[in-house]
């Protein structure tokens, strides 16, 4: 960021200092990095009750055209056209060569009309590649005054059907609009900390009064950008700028099962995205690494950028996220592998301050995911 720029806040802000937390800059905010509880109780707390997120820093975008959906497939590998009413999905960004310049969730929120969750640092990037849709007869609108929250953990549920008893008819990647408050918002049940929860869209100016209808629960805590990561990587979720970069594409990153069968080179509506071709190329011949999970030796965390090596101290990979799993009680890490390196159950190690820790292959996810499938 250039010394021109100024930090941005999110609607929120005050709450965060008032409740003590610890704020930090982050994609171009100062956002609340753990609050007194401290991460490793943060992060329990959400797997064990409900946590509340302030992600109001992430992009809201919204895409209005009679023929938003075959717009935004020019952009993304994914089944956009299909995607039913008020349901949600999964995409990616990619560009010429098949790279991937962000992850978002796409709803489909009435006839004509896409929301789109971008992440904080690439939301900018995102609203001008998608304005290009505007030569196809659509509405690009990055939204403001607007603020995100989410509420995550096994009791967010039971929370919010104080507030909005119609949230109990929902499931997994569906969205209502539902009125919280008096307020009308648009939820999503999805989130990014592996458990059952709420991505709730609404007015920047109500986000403090919704903030403490939640908060006035016993069951809710504040939970900061800390505890934020080490959920999801417990629960095997990608980062933008760790596991996905405009360097990879979405199949060297494990992330196939994300590309909708529709948009496949035998599906009904193949490719005509960028990078398809590469990307096709690797759905059917493979790839020369790809994302796993790692389980470290012992209790020294392996952290992201510690080189992964086999037995003859050839470099074989690099972790895109590692840490300790509070949830999992060990240190856990995600990597980028050669491939010919998986398959083999070769010996590997991971280079710690110059010491080589042993480290196994493991199928992701570190914990299970608790999404509410009904």
Request: glycine residues 8%; proline residues 5%.
């Amino acid at each position: 960021m250039s010394s021109v720029e100024q930090i941005l806040i999110t609607p929120l802000y005050q709450m965060h200092l008032d409740a003590g937390a610890k704020m930090v800059p982050f994609a171009g905010y100062e956002m609340p990095l753990q609050y007194p509880l401290g991460i490793k109780k943060e992060h329990l707390h959400t797997r064990e009750n409900a946590g509340l997120f302030d992600v109001s820093h992430m992009g809201q975008i919204k895409i209005t055209g009679e023929n938003a959906k075959q717009a935004l497939e020019t952009l993304v590998p994914v089944d956009i056209v299909d995607l039913p009413l008020m349901k949600q999905r999964y995409a990616v960004l990619t560009n010429t060569n098949g790279g991937v310049m962000d992850d978002l969730m796409v709803t489909n929120i009435d006839d004509d009309s896409l929301f789109l969750v971008v992440n904080a640092a690439c939301k900018v990037a995102d609203y001008k590649h998608l304005k290009s849709l505007v030569d196809r007869g659509c509405e690009v609108e990055l939204l403001e005054d607007v603020a995100l929250l989410a509420l995550q953990g096994p009791k967010s549920c039971e929370v919010l059907a104080q507030f909005a008893p119609a949230c109990t008819e929902m499931t997994f990647m569906t969205a209502k609009k539902l009125t919280i408050g008096e307020v009308e918002c648009l939820v999503t049940r999805s989130g990014y900390s592996g458990e059952d929860g709420f991505e709730i869209s609404m007015p920047a100016f109500e986000a403090e009064r919704i903030a403490k209808l939640f908060l006035s629960d016993h069951a809710v805590q504040w939970v900061g950008l800390g505890a934020r990561d080490s959920l999801r990587l417990e629960a095997g979720l990608s980062l933008y700028g760790h596991e996905l970069d405009e360097n990879h594409t979405p199949v060297e990153s494990s992330l196939a099962w994300a590309l909708s069968k529709a948009r496949r080179h035998d599906g009904v509506r193949p490719g005509g995205y960028p990078g398809d071709s590469a990307i096709m190329k690797q759905l059917s011949e493979g790839t020369e690494a790809k994302i796993v999970g790692l389980q470290p030796e012992g209790r020294i965390p392996v952290r992201d950028g510690t080189l992964i090596e086999d037995d003859a101290g050839n470099n074989v990979g690099k972790v895109t996220s590692g840490g300790f799993g509070p949830s999992a009680g060990k240190p856990i890490a995600i990597a980028r592998i050669a491939v010919n390196f998986i398959d083999d159950n070769s010996a590997l190690f991971a280079l710690v301050r110059e010491k080589r820790i042993s480290v196994s292959i493991v199928k992701l996810p570190f914990v299970k995911q608790n999404y509410f499938r009904g």
